[in-house]
């Protein structure tokens, strides 16, 4: 399996997109799992948030390799992302926890009546941290 | 006891030897590994948004073939920070920064919403290809299949194919009856009578 703890190679972007993707780290760290989420400059995986023009896409989530040395890329189209929303910060951050939500082995859409960062649709004014069905998820995943 | 071949039998095993060392000879390509990747699109409540949305709606048939095509990020401009982060990606390769994504033939039989007219021959993006001895495939897309015909909620752009609104939602199979199926996992369902509705501007 993959592990929950990994390192991401660091990024920096201006301050609109720096914070709310630092956020998004720390919104899985915080958790009650064996997440744990670091910066490291000999990490292979990366995340970028850069303009992909002609994509409809908001992100993309990459695995390379195979586990347990699975290594990944997340890109975050900001092209999409800032089109999208008037609560810019928040939907950078949900962006990001949910791409890193696949990084953790949570798939898209789970079938579950709950809230899920994972949902298609999910409300992002309001969630955009992993809620109590991801955290058991991973949990499930890695105990 | 050693029975000899008979010539004749002789002769027709050799060659079908020398076939086999040739075969085994010739290189054969590589699978080609895969790697599944998954993306987050704008998620659509009714058919009546696709419709605002859409720039380009058709029914179209897919035409054979593909190319397959490789996406860099923009440059960065710097004038709307929101759109662009800023950053620099030095040392990150294509395969890390780079999209790849494969653009199909369509033939439109139809046009319902937008610029575009019957019989004419567009482009369209679909997510994924085969570069580098890597086939990437998008997790839950249904890829479009060559000769079948299907209803398109399209984005459309000047210097890039037409991209669908997302993979899920805005394809819809034409079945034999010229009725609407909708992909598997799509809640949304359309029929003529929406469509119509919605071009006359009955519906908001």
Redesign the interface.
């Known amino acids: 399996m993959a592990l929950p703890a990994f390192s991401v190679k660091p990024?920096?972007?201006?301050s609109?997109?720096q914070v709310p993707m630092d956020r998004a780290l720390s919104a899985w760290n915080v958790t009650p799992t064996p997440v744990w989420i670091t910066k490291s400059s000999s990490a292979k995986s990366?995340i970028?948030?850069?303009?992909?023009?002609?994509?409809?896409?908001?992100?993309?989530?990459?695995?390379?390799g195979s586990k347990p040395d699975r290594y990944f890329?997340i890109?975050l189209n900001?092209?999409?992302?800032?089109?999208?929303t008037t609560n810019?910060d928040k939907f950078v951050q949900y962006?990001l926890v949910?791409?890193l939500g696949?990084a953790l082995s949570l798939?898209?859409?789970p079938v579950t009546s709950q809230v899920s960062i994972m949902k298609?649709?999910v409300d992002f004014n309001l969630y955009y941290v992993p809620q109590q069905y991801d955290i058991n998820d991973v949990n499930n995943y890695y105990n | 006891m050693i029975r000899r071949l008979k010539p004749a039998l002789v002769l027709a095993v050799v060659p079908v030897l020398l076939g086999a060392v040739a075969c085994s000879s010739q290189p054969v390509p590589p699978e080609p590994q895969t790697v599944t990747f998954s993306a987050s699109y704008p998620e659509y409540s009714s058919v009546a948004e696709l419709w605002s949305t859409a720039d380009l709606v058709i029914e179209a048939t897919v035409q054979p073939g593909g190319r397959v095509m490789v996406e860099m990020p923009a440059a960065d401009d710097g004038t709307d920070p929101r759109a662009d982060p800023g950053g620099s990606h030095e040392g990150l390769t294509e395969e890390q920064v780079g999209v790849v994504y494969t653009v199909r033939t369509v033939e439109i039989s139809r046009v319902l919403k937008g610029t575009a007219s019957a019989g004419q021959h567009i482009g369209v993006q679909e997510m994924g290809g085969t570069r580098n001895g890597v086939r990437y495939v998008e997790a839950g897309a249904t890829l479009l299949a060559e000769k079948s015909r299907v209803l398109l909620f399209l984005r459309t752009y000047a210097d890039f194919a037409a991209a669908p609104l997302n993979p899920l939602q805005a394809r819809f199979d034409l079945d034999s009856h010229g009725g609407y199926r909708s992909l598997p996992g799509n809640t949304l369902r359309v029929t003529k009578a929406e469509l119509d509705a919605l071009r006359a501007g009955r519906v908001s």
């Open positions: 990024y920096d972007y201006n609109l997109w990366i970028v948030a850069q303009q992909y023009p002609g994509k409809t896409w908001f992100g993309l989530y990459t695995p390379h890329d890109k900001s092209l999409e992302i800032s089109k999208a810019f962006n949910h791409e696949h798939i898209d859409n298609y649709g």
